[in-house]
Structure formats: C-alpha cells, structure tokens
C-alpha cells in the first residue's frame, strides 16, 4: 500500500469523484496531519512560525467557518503511538470534521473565507491524508452526535 501525503488534491479522478453526491446524511472527514517544521508562506512572507502553528490559524478560523456550512469539529488530537501497522513516518496530528454531506464541504472550500484562512494551511502542512467517512446508522452514539438524541 503506498501512502502519498498531499496538501491540495492533483488526482484529476480524485477531484471530479468528490464533486459528485457523495452518500447521504453527514459525513466525517478524518484528516491525518502532518506538519512542515517551519511554516512557509507561498507569497514569501517572512515567518518564524513552526508549521502546526501557521495550521493552528487556520484551523481557529475554521472553527468559525464550519458552522456557516452546517459541519462542526468533532475531534483534534496529538498522534503518539503507532499501536499497528507501519508506516514510514507518522502523522502528527488527527482531525475530524462534520458536515451535512459532501456538498457542504465542497461549498465551504470554495469559499472565499476559507480561501483566505487557507495560506496557514498551505503554510504549516508538509502533507495530509483526508478520509470521507459515514457513521453506521446502527451507532448506538450516532444519534447524541447529531444532537438528535431525546
């Protein structure tokens, strides 16, 4: 299995596959981090930001911006162990995002307030991997998520 980090999709299939329904109902978005050592701004601004913080921006201003397309962050943790499998070097960090469905978070990645928090994304990753994801609708927990639960 070969693993290919990447910080903006380049797979031309990749790419029209995601501009397509996608399933129904939310999707989770696990998004497996990893960071540049030092941030690197694209229009050369000088930085002394590591790479997780020129992230960090981003992701505080994605807070804000995820509920204007119905999704929520879910979860953000350190990675600290490979408990199984190999790979050649680990992630830093994992991310989970809601949202409705596919659309929302195509809608919102082309958004201009998300373009803009952008430049901290490309700035702080070396590279990721983003994983769509859907919750079995048996999911005792499912239910409390959504904050459907009575």
Do not use: C
């Amino acid at each position: 299995m070969d693993v290919v980090n990447q910080v903006f999709p380049t797979d031309p299939e990749q790419m029209k596959a995601l501009m397509e329904t996608g399933p129904a109902g939310p999707i989770f978005m696990v998004n497996l981090l990893k960071f540049k050592d030092r941030a690197a701004y694209e229009d050369g601004r000088a930085s002394d930001l590591s790479g997780r913080d020129a992230y960090m921006i981003y992701g505080r201003a994605v807070m804000d911006i995820l509920p204007k397309f119905g999704g929520r962050a879910i979860f953000a943790g350190d990675v600290t162990h490979l408990s199984l499998g190999k790979v050649e070097e680990l992630w830093d960090e994992v991310a989970i995002a809601m949202y409705p469905e596919r659309a929302a978070m195509v809608r919102m990645s082309m958004s201009e307030e998300w373009r803009a928090a952008a430049v901290h994304r490309s700035a702080g990753l070396k590279g990721q991997l983003n994983i769509e994801t859907v919750a079995s609708p048996e999911a005792p927990w499912l239910k409390t998520l959504l904050g459907l639960a009575s």
